[in-house]
Nanobody, 114 residues
């Protein structure tokens, strides 16, 4: 199984982006999936997660701005990011929880200009 994250780009503060994570090669839709991010010089952190039953959890720093969702038929998990801030600039990754798929995908770069 390969993780293919896409949808990143350059956006102005206050703007929106929608990230997609496709589980290439998976026979079934994965269980719990998380979106993570890693900013330059910082550790990777969990942004949001969604279970197979669509229960969601968000980090405090994105609550009310980001929405995680999934399409089990397409084996794809999304992250809708609104009201973006410069501090959201990072490489965003997706992976399964609790047992991550190795190797992690390349992620998708989100750059928010102020």
């Amino acid at each position: 199984v390969q993780l293919q994250a896409s949808g990143g780009g350059l956006v102005q503060a206050g703007g929106s982006l929608r990230l997609s994570c496709f589980f290439s090669g998976a026979r079934f839709s994965p269980g719990t999936v998380g979106w993570y991010r890693q900013a330059p010089g910082k550790q990777r952190e969990l942004v949001a997660s969604i279970t197979s039953g669509r229960n969601t959890i968000y980090a405090d720093f994105v609550k009310g701005r980001f929405t995680i969702s999934r399409d089990n038929i397409k084996k794809t998990v999304y992250l809708q990011m609104n009201s973006l801030k410069s501090e959201d600039t990072a490489v965003y990754y997706c992976n399964t929880i609790p047992n991550a798929i190795e190797p992690w995908g390349q992620g998708t770069l989100v750059t928010v200009s102020s």
